[in-house]
């Protein structure tokens, strides 16, 4: 098999067999496959495309390409969440204590972040001493025990993924709907979960812009893991704007904090509840969907869902003191206002350009290398549709470079348009699809 006539065929729109799919993976992940190569057959798949059956032999090839999870040690059915990312989305740092608490064990494989934040482990590293590094025995022995454990990958999972995309990274083959849906689930599928939940984002701050787009992706996605016996639900959401009013590291630990102790921003609460009741759902639990919502609205009101984070913080070396006193994360040592010049109402917020605000101030990575800031970050005093008198804050930069702080407020500046007259609120929940399709 040559991997010239793999390329020409699906440059001239053929379908790669299950033997050419599964050929280039394994060889570009050996690495007797060169960059060039590759390059050449991702752009011919971003151009012309991928049948469903190319994506999932895609999919199960990178999934299959190193260590596959065992969870059968774990008691109960484990699920799993993923978002296809967004900015200030910090649900996984809420809903895996959350489920735990309703006694669904929440087995989390989560990454770091290459972008405006960290992923999920860089914001928990904001907690001095959480450690995100654990063996697969550890991982597995601290589910058991106190039902959650979120860590970094253990093992070498779908390490083909890994390398094909850091390629399409910088050959602008992101974009491609057969692309994304096969790295999300290989990855997921390596993971371990019987049960997957996909947040699928649509917006100016997420990868699909449109409905559509968004509803595509999550069909491909479900299909995959339909095909490999596995129950995967997603729910298409707004990212037009952030999600929340924070965006960074710890402060967006701080703001899980407020939602576990029954506070925080009604957006983010709303999809907690959304994706927490399907989650439990998955997980085989007798309820409704209404019955399920109730479930974790109680396990908020009683606190237990913050003990529970509480808990897990505590096993995995965490500073228990932080989070019972959140004002004691780290904070960017400048405070700089955005404040209104006149009084209006907020009719946009650019999602994806607060995220470079973000990254400007030292929040995210340009590049695997770059060391991030913790302490830095942005809070949205005032959301869409929310009315702001003149002298009043729009939003806060926490900043521990002065003059890079001033810079980021100019830019903030742009991510935002007004109304004089009030704005209609835009959905959160736009669908939520299964394998039989609108649930």
Known sequence: MRMYDIILKKREGGELSTEE????????????????????LLMAIFLKKMSRRETVDLTKAMMNSGDVLDLSQIEGVVVDKHSTGGVGDKTTLILAPL???????????????????????????????????????DFIQQVNKIGVAISGQTGDLAPADKKIYALRDVTATVDNLSLIASSVMSKKLASGAQGILLDVKMGNGAFMKSEEDAVELG???????????????????????????????????????????????????????????????????????????????????????????VELVKAQGGKEEQVLHPETLPKGKYEIKFISDNTQYIAHIEAEK???CALLLGAGR???????????????????GEQVNKGEAIATIYANDEERGKQTIEKLKTCYQYSDTPIEERKLIYGIYDKSNVK
């Not at 060391?371 to 005093?381: P, S, T």
């Open 354 to 356: 607060v995220g470079s």
């Open 219 to 309: 069909k491909i996605m479900i299909d995959i893991g339909t095909n490999m016996s596995k129950d995967v639900v997603a729910i298409i959401s707004d990212m037009e704007q952030p999600l929340g009013r924070t965006v960074g590291n710890a402060i967006e630990v701080k703001e899980a904090i407020e939602v576990l102790q029954g506070g925080g921003p009604e957006d983010l609460v709303e999809l907690c509840l959304v994706l927490g009741s399907e989650l439990l759902l998955l997980a085989g639990l007798n309820v409704t969907r209404e019955e399920a919502r109730n479930l974790i609205k109680e396990k908020i009101k009683s606190r237990e869902a913050f003990r529970k984070f």
């Open 21 to 40: 799919i599964n050929y280039f993976v394994k060889e570009y992940t050996k690495g007797t496959i060169p960059d060039y190569q590759a390059s050449a």
């Open 99 to 137: 489920i735990a608490s309703c006694g669904i064990p929440m087995a989390k494989m989560a990454g770091r972040g290459l972008g405006h934040t960290g992923g999920t482990i860089d914001k928990l590293e904001s907690i001095e001493g959480f450690n995100t590094q654990m063996s697969e025995e």
């Open 366 to 384: 340009e590049n695997k290398e770059s060391k991030i800031d913790l302490g830095v970050g942005i809070y949205l005093n005032k959301k869409v």
